[in-house]
């Protein structure tokens, strides 16, 4: 069968880090159960430790299997039903085996009650989803790439927000984004500065494999101007297999805009503005401290 190892004795060898060289599992397969760096927590990632003999080491390198949970505690979850536990793994070797498994890569968490309630909503995706919900899906993606350390930062979600309620009756067209320094983005994205505020990008509904990103080209400008220019470059990439009104949509946009986004920058920038002071305060009673300590009485002339 699967294993002469008993459930209790792997989920043992799993909390131990401890790898066999055999499990008499189906491909002559064992597993390496890794650590987090956090203490008394397990990464939930499994990486794959040996395969048949003929395998080298260094060809498993940066594949992984997600059993998507977050916790030690929740470990047994997975292995509930026996059975379907060792489905999955052995699915997952098989498409290693075959040259179909694709690469990990660094992905961030969706919290576990998030569900896209569709149009009018921007779809929040990690990596993890990204091929399911932008690659494979029917629709074509308005995307857009972003780091959440930006300025402004919540000025800007709403304007991709205001782009998704213009088009929520627009069949067919879907608006997604993912924020790029927890995710790993694809490179024919061309993205080389992962610090980068913002970019986006239209992919036109088409087979996974034949989807191909076009960048946004519009210059920077005020926030509340850029709904506009999303929506417009959505309609110069759909016109000619979707119909829908744009004026309709920039009139409607650009009135929520100066609406919402006016506001919604003002007190961000003054927020911003009252940070930076507090700052600016704490490193001067930082350099007063040491000034009183004599920090600075050895330090050599200028000039």
Not at 192 to 205: G, I, T, V
Request: hydrophobic share 40%; net charge neutral.
């Amino acid at each position: 069968m699967h294993s002469a190892l008993s459930v209790a004795e792997l989920l043992l060898m799993y909390q131990a880090s401890i790898l066999p060289s055999s499990l008499g599992l189906p491909f002559g397969i064992a597993f390496l159960f890794g650590r987090m760096a956090l203490p008394s927590s397990l990464t939930p990632w499994i990486f794959l430790g040996h395969l048949v003999a003929s395998k080298a080491c260094s060809s498993i390198e940066g594949f992984g299997f997600d059993i998507g949970l977050r916790g030690k505690d929740e470990l047994n979850a997975f292995w509930k039903d026996e059975n379907r536990g060792y489905d999955r793994l052995e699915a997952f070797c098989a498409a290693f085996l075959d040259g179909t498994l694709e690469q990990s890569h660094e992905s961030s968490e969706l919290p576990p009650t998030y569900f896209w309630s569709g149009p009018g909503v921007v779809h929040e995706v990690v990596w993890k989803t990204f091929r399911e919900s932008v690659y494979r899906s029917d629709d074509d993606i308005l995307l857009e790439l972003y780091s959440p350390f930006r300025p402004q930062h919540r000025t800007y979600v709403t304007v991709l927000d205001l782009v998704a309620e213009a088009l929520k009756d627009v069949r067919g067209v879907k608006i997604v984004r993912m924020d790029t320094a927890n995710n790993y983005v694809l490179p024919e994205f061309g993205l080389k500065d992962k610090e980068k505020s913002s970019s986006f990008f239209f992919l036109r509904a088409a087979p996974e494999l034949a989807r191909q990103p076009k960048r946004f080209g519009g210059r920077g400008g005020k926030a509340e101007a850029l709904p506009e220019k999303l929506i417009r470059f959505v309609h110069r990439e759909t016109r000619d297999h979707l119909e829908w009104d744009v004026n309709e949509k920039v009139t409607w946009a650009n009135r929520e805009s100066q609406r919402r986004i006016k506001r919604l920058r003002a007190l961000e920038k003054d927020y911003e503005k009252k940070m930076q002071e507090e700052w600016m305060q704490k490193e001067m009673e930082e350099f007063e401290r040491y000034k009183r300590l004599g920090k600075f009485d050895n330090l050599p002339p200028m000039g």
